[in-house]
Each structure stands twice: as structure tokens, then as C-alpha cells.
């Protein structure tokens, strides 16, 4: 069984950073495209950025410059390193997986950018 499990969300001010982490378990994690979404309220889940299992990385445009995905294959982690956070960055960020056994989502982790 699958399983991601983000961490490292919570609270900051505009121009702070957050680094999320998602841990991965029961799966060919070097062979995976990880990759980091975000849903805000009211709105629909969107890609924020990508890794394949080659490490080529892929953002959206605006966030390209504030945001760096990184995986460690080893530990079967993936991070997001957010800085210049902006209060439109506030949503639930959530970790998926893309990989020989399927598509697979973590529970989300809240982030927060408010003054």
C-alpha cells in the first residue's frame, strides 16, 4: 500500500518560507514522478511543481525562482522549499505520487501566508 505524508506546513508572513516534506512508503520511490499541487478555496487543485525520476523539475511559471523541489531517493522524500511567500500561495499543499503502481495523493498540509 501506498502511502505520502506531508509535513511542514503552518503560518507565515508574507516574505517568509516554509519548507514542506513528503514521506513516501510502499513504493518504487526512485522509479516515481513526485510532484506538489496546491487547492486553494474555492478553487481547483494545481500543479505547483515536479520532479521526475531522472530529476527533471518542472514549475509553474509564477512560482519558478520562489519555489525548488528536491527528492532524496534514498529516504523517499521529496521537498518543496517555498520562500517569498505571498498570501495568495495560501492553500492546502498536497503530495502525489506517479509511478509503475499507479497515482497516489497525500492528506494535504495547510499553509497559511497572512500578516
Known amino acids: 500500500q501506498v502511502q505520502l505524508v506531508e509535513s511542514g506546513g503552518g503560518s507565515v508572513q508574507p516574505g517568509g518560507s516554509l519548507r514542506l516534506s513528503c514521506a513516501a512508503s510502499g513504493t518504487i520511490f526512485s522509479a516515481a514522478t513526485m510532484a506538489w499541487y496546491r487547492q486553494a478555496p474555492g478553487r481547483e487543485r494545481e500543479l505547483v511543481a515536479s520532479?521526475?525520476?531522472?530529476?527533471?523539475?518542472k514549475y509553474v511559471d509564477s512560482e519558478e525562482g520562489r519555489f525548488t523541489i528536491s527528492r532524496d531517493n534514498a529516504k523517499k522524500t521529496v521537498a518543496l522549499q517555498m520562500n517569498s511567500l505571498k498570501p495568495g500561495d495560501t492553500a492546502v499543499y498536497y503530495c502525489?505520487?506517479?509511478?509503475?503502481?499507479?497515482?497516489?495523493w497525500g492528506q494535504g498540509t495547510q499553509v497559511t501566508v497572512s500578516s
Open positions: 520532479i521526475s525520476n531522472t530529476f527533471y523539475r
Open positions: 502525489k505520487s506517479s509511478g509503475p503502481r499507479g497515482d497516489y
